[in-house]
């Protein structure tokens, strides 16, 4: 008792657990930004055109999408660090792959697409599983703090990962970002090999009925299935963001440069939102969450309005900072809420409901502001949004819903963790 009071006192990365997974995944993350920069420069410049860069991203995209609810149901099935490893093997393998044949000038795109679609199936299995990690590598009164850990480890890496990835690929070449890519995923396996957490292992009963557990919980809980339809909505209106709203900018208000700017507006609200998550506490989460997303329909407005590109800038990071603070209290509600033994199948539900929708939206984006012109597609998807996030606190479970102490059910503690 003594020693877990001295750990909830000096935070999360005094328990060598959770420092394992935490190096382990920053380095994930990095790799993960480092990706998209250096295959766009590569394809871009190197090998083929703005077409190719989308259909090896598309590849990626739809191996992810199919893999998700399998990966949920394997990660609930299996110890979950497992689950990682095997996944960031794979994304270890096809990003090296990828970077050897750029380096070599034999990258075709067939076997890109092939290579970036393993890359989209193995994050499928690799997001749910670490969805459902943290909470087993940490006290839990510091499952907060742990989330919003991992989240500014996330939020930095979406920072520095581009400029990391760019300044790679102009001095030794893109492919060679790609090998470094791959170096990081590989270097996270041997991290994940170290970790010690228990699993509480579960009869397996078949595939479609454990996925159908995993649907029961989110049925049995209007606060959660509510809020993942919020979310889809959230998403969809967020794609009118990036292709009429950074059109609109880039034509209209202050070209690239005052894109660019409103884009580091928002990278550093988001840092700066996962930051503060580290000390927020509440009673109410899903009352500030939702407040939160509704502050998204800030930039689409001030964009509509032709306001200046500073005044957009304020009004990004304002949305992404808001964005920053949720991620942490969402991830901790649900660790909280959801019992650790379909945890990931939750997860891997919410990641496939809150995106489906983003495909959708890219595409009809476009003829929305042809149809109804930019304005009003801004405006409307700034009013989908705040409606959207503001009407489910109608809702009397989502109102009232607190923090509990811990998981609704926590694994097993492993009385070994790693020694780092």
Same mark, same amino acid.
């Given at each position: 008792?003594?020693?877990? @009071?001295?750990?909830?006192?000096?935070?999360?990365?005094?328990?060598?657990?959770?420092?394992?997974?935490?190096? +382990?995944?920053?380095?994930?993350? &990095?790799? /993960?930004?480092?990706? *998209?920069?250096?295959?766009?420069?590569?394809?871009?410049?190197?090998?083929?055109?703005?077409?190719?860069?989308?259909?090896?991203?598309?590849?990626? &995209?739809?191996?992810?999408?199919l893999s998700l609810l399998v990966g949920g149901v394997w990660a609930d099935?299996?110890?979950?660090?497992?689950?990682?490893?095997?996944?960031?093997?794979?994304?270890?393998?096809?990003?090296?792959?990828?970077?050897?044949?750029?380096?070599?000038?034999?990258?075709?795109?067939?076997?890109?697409?092939?290579?970036?679609?393993?890359?989209?199936?193995?994050?499928?299995?690799?997001? =749910?599983?670490?969805?459902?990690?943290?909470?087993?590598?940490?006290?839990?009164?510091?499952?907060?703090?742990?989330?919003?850990?991992?989240?500014?480890?996330?939020?930095?890496?979406?920072?520095?990962?581009?400029?990391? $990835?760019?300044?790679?690929?102009?001095?030794?070449?893109?492919?060679?970002?790609?090998?470094?890519?791959?170096?990081?995923?590989?270097?996270?396996?041997?991290?994940?090999?170290?970790? #010690?957490?228990?699993?509480?292992?579960?009869?397996?009963?078949?595939?479609? @009925?454990?996925?159908?557990? +995993?649907?029961?919980?989110?049925?049995?809980?209007?606060?959660?299935?509510?809020?993942?339809?919020?979310?889809?909505?959230?998403? !969809?209106?967020?794609?009118?963001?990036?292709?009429? +709203?950074?059109?609109?900018?880039?034509?209209?208000?202050?070209?690239?440069?005052?894109?660019?700017?409103?884009?580091?507006?928002?990278?550093?609200?988001? !840092?700066?939102?996962?930051?503060?998550?580290?000390?927020?506490?509440?009673? #109410?989460?899903?009352?500030?969450?939702?407040?939160?997303?509704?502050?998204?329909?800030?930039?689409?407005?001030?964009?509509?309005?032709?306001?200046?590109?500073?005044?957009?800038?304020?009004?990004?990071?304002?949305?992404?900072?808001?964005?920053?603070?949720?991620?942490?209290?969402?991830?901790?509600?649900?660790?909280q809420q959801i019992p650790a033994d379909r945890m990931s199948r939750v997860? &891997?539900?919410?990641?496939?409901? /809150?995106?489906?929708?983003?495909?959708?939206?890219?595409? !009809?984006?476009? *003829?929305?502001?042809? $149809?109804?012109?930019?304005?009003?597609?801004?405006?409307?998807?700034?009013?989908?949004?705040?409606?959207?996030?503001?009407?489910?606190?109608?809702?009397?479970?989502?109102?009232?819903?607190?923090?509990?102490?811990?998981?609704?059910?926590?694994?097993?503690?492993? =009385?070994?963790? &790693? +020694?780092?």
């Amino acid at each position: 008792m003594n020693l877990r @009071k001295s750990r909830a006192s000096s935070g999360p990365l005094s328990d060598s657990r959770f420092r394992v997974l935490w190096f +382990g995944q920053t380095l994930s993350y &990095a790799g /993960s930004a480092i990706f *998209p920069v250096a295959l766009t420069l590569a394809l871009v410049q190197e090998i083929g055109s703005a077409t190719d860069l989308g259909l090896v991203l598309a590849g990626a &995209a739809v191996g992810e999408s199919l893999s998700l609810l399998v990966g949920g149901v394997w990660a609930d099935r299996l110890p979950r660090q497992k689950v990682m490893m095997a996944a960031d093997s794979i994304r270890c393998v096809a990003h090296t792959f990828i970077g050897l044949r750029i380096v070599g000038g034999h990258a075709g795109l067939p076997e890109l697409i092939l290579a970036s679609s393993c890359v989209g199936a193995a994050t499928g299995f690799f997001l =749910p599983a670490s969805s459902g990690l943290v909470p087993a590598t940490v006290a839990p009164e510091l499952l907060q703090r742990a989330n919003a850990v991992m989240a500014v480890s996330r939020r930095s890496a979406m920072m520095l990962g581009p400029a990391a $990835a760019t300044t790679i690929a102009l001095t030794i070449g893109p492919g060679w970002a790609m090998v470094i890519d791959g170096a990081t995923f590989a270097v996270n396996v041997m991290m994940l090999s170290r970790l #010690r957490v228990g699993h509480a292992a579960t009869p397996r009963e078949g595939f479609l @009925k454990e996925l159908r557990e +995993g649907w029961g919980e989110i049925r049995e809980r209007t606060w959660l299935w509510s809020n993942f339809l919020a979310h889809g909505c959230w998403n !969809l209106s967020r794609t009118v963001y990036f292709t009429v +709203g950074a059109a609109t900018v880039i034509s209209g208000i202050g070209g690239e440069v005052a894109w660019g700017v409103i884009a580091q507006g928002a990278t550093v609200g988001a !840092l700066a939102g996962a930051l503060v998550s580290l000390r927020v506490r509440t009673s #109410r989460p899903l009352v500030v969450i939702n407040i939160c997303l509704s502050l998204g329909a800030i930039p689409l407005a001030l964009i509509a309005l032709g306001a200046h590109t500073a005044l957009i800038a304020v009004g990004a990071g304002v949305m992404a900072f808001a964005l920053g603070l949720m991620g942490t209290l969402w991830d901790t509600a649900v660790q909280q809420q959801i019992p650790a033994d379909r945890m990931s199948r939750v997860s &891997a539900y919410e990641w496939l409901l /809150s995106s489906a929708l983003i495909p959708l939206g890219m595409a !009809l984006a476009g *003829p929305l502001a042809m $149809a109804v012109g930019a304005k009003a597609a801004l405006y409307g998807a700034a009013a989908l949004m705040a409606v959207s996030s503001l009407g489910v606190l109608a809702i009397p479970e989502v109102r009232r819903l607190g923090q509990t102490h811990g998981p609704a059910v926590a694994e097993e503690a492993d =009385p070994i963790s &790693a +020694g780092v």
